[in-house]
């Protein structure tokens, strides 16, 4: 008879809901980084570096293609190239969910690491919401509710709209989890666990006063302004979503390295600000990408461009003939091969598998490095867990 009770015990807590796991649920937002422009065909060099190995292990299956996370599904709403809001796709996590314009053999952002790592440190399945335009600042496109009027008149009409897409996409995958993550069980419902913020260029380089103005260009700028938004950001993402307590990642812009100008640090200061607030402290953490900066492709690159300077004349006459409307292809072809032919023949094997293997874009999208964006989705991860303990 004990027994059977102790069984119908259990069954009734099961019933009620008492040892239910919530899916947790994490929301991704930003500009061009966070839609993330690294190829895929870049990660051969995650797997070269021993100190990223055993991370490469974890995003292939047995025959070297990105893994397919059983578990961890994602809702992603992008834009075009322009940055315009164009579509939404939904599925289960594997590579192809980074940046959805030319795209190649496919992108990856920090999502595709962060839900593998996230997954791995949880146990439980997980659900990103991810949200990102390219070319969108804080101060303008994501300018948050409280953060109050922007005083350019130009900028009014754009002031605050992919904030507002922010939100309705996070309340429209809430409100049917089940149609992004099919066994979702509305009986455990579901838990804002997270959100991870990484953004920044376009407020870099953007339309901030000059500390002094005296000294015109060669003052460095008063971001001051941007602390103060993404302190009114997380505030108003917490209260719009109803999660008070919701602990908050900003990734702080790293691209450079740690060989910056003095303008960049203090906007890395700025970004970093909030964290440091009393108000945040316990549920607001940075993580500093710049560790991450792919350094080793900036030596591979300076090497490249010492012999490209050698070929300058060349160039330069290839160039002009094209503008006085001289179809100059099968030169410019022919000059590309002499190129890469003393270019094979000046670098290392190891610095040449870098040159076609390591890199996907431009350096503002951090060379569009696999192996970058791995280490920040793994350690985007690693930090929100922490910040729950």
């Known amino acids: 008879m004990k027994s059977t009770i102790t069984i119908l015990t259990f069954a009734l807590l099961a019933t009620l809901g008492l040892d239910a796991k919530p899916l947790k649920v994490f929301i991704l937002t930003g500009q061009s980084n966070m839609e993330g422009h690294a190829q895929t065909s870049t990660f051969p060099a995650i797997a070269k570096d021993p100190k990223t190995a055993d991370l490469y292990k974890q995003m292939v299956d047995a025959d070297g293609n990105p893994v397919v996370c059983d578990d961890v599904w994602i809702a992603y709403t992008y834009g075009n190239f322009s940055g315009d809001p164009v579509g939404k796709r939904s599925g289960q996590l594997t590579a192809g969910y980074g940046s959805q314009h030319h795209v190649g053999t496919g992108k990856i952002g920090p999502e595709f690491t962060f839900g593998i790592t996230m997954r791995e440190l949880l146990g439980e399945p997980v659900l990103l919401i991810k949200a990102a335009w390219g070319g969108k600042s804080l101060q303008v496109d994501f300018r948050p509710p409280s953060g109050g009027e922007i005083d350019d008149e130009k900028a009014k009409e754009a002031a605050g709209v992919n904030y507002k897409l922010l939100i309705d996409h996070v309340k429209e995958v809430l409100a049917d989890p089940k149609s992004v993550y099919p066994d979702y069980d509305p009986r455990e419902g579901y838990e804002l666990a997270g959100f991870v913020w990484f953004q920044g260029f376009n407020d870099m380089v953007g ?162 490095s696999a192996k970058f964006f791995a280490q920040i989705g793994k350690a985007f991860a690693e930090t929100l867990v922490d910040l729950k303990k």
């Open 207 to 368: 339309n901030y006063p000059r500390v002094d103005s005296s000294k015109g260009r060669r003052s460095i700028k008063d971001y001051s302004e941007y602390s103060r938004l993404l302190a009114c950001l997380i505030r108003d993402v917490r209260k719009d979503i109803s999660a008070p307590k919701l602990p908050f990642v900003i990734g702080i812009l790293g691209v450079g390295g740690e060989d910056v100008s003095e303008n960049a640090k203090a906007f890395r200061n700025a970004m970093a600000a909030p964290a440091g607030m009393d108000e945040f402290k316990s549920s607001v953490a940075n993580v500093f990408t710049e560790k991450y900066w792919p350094t080793e492709l900036d030596e591979v690159l300076a090497k490249q461009m010492d012999v490209k300077k050698e070929f300058a004349d060349q160039q330069n006459e290839i160039k002009q003939r094209q503008k006085d409307g001289e179809n100059v292809r099968e030169d410019q072809a022919k000059l590309n091969d002499e190129i890469r032919a003393k270019v094979e023949t000046t670098l290392t094997k190891d610095e040449l598998f870098l040159l076609d293997k390591g890199m996907s874009n431009r350096s503002f999208h951090y060379y569009g």
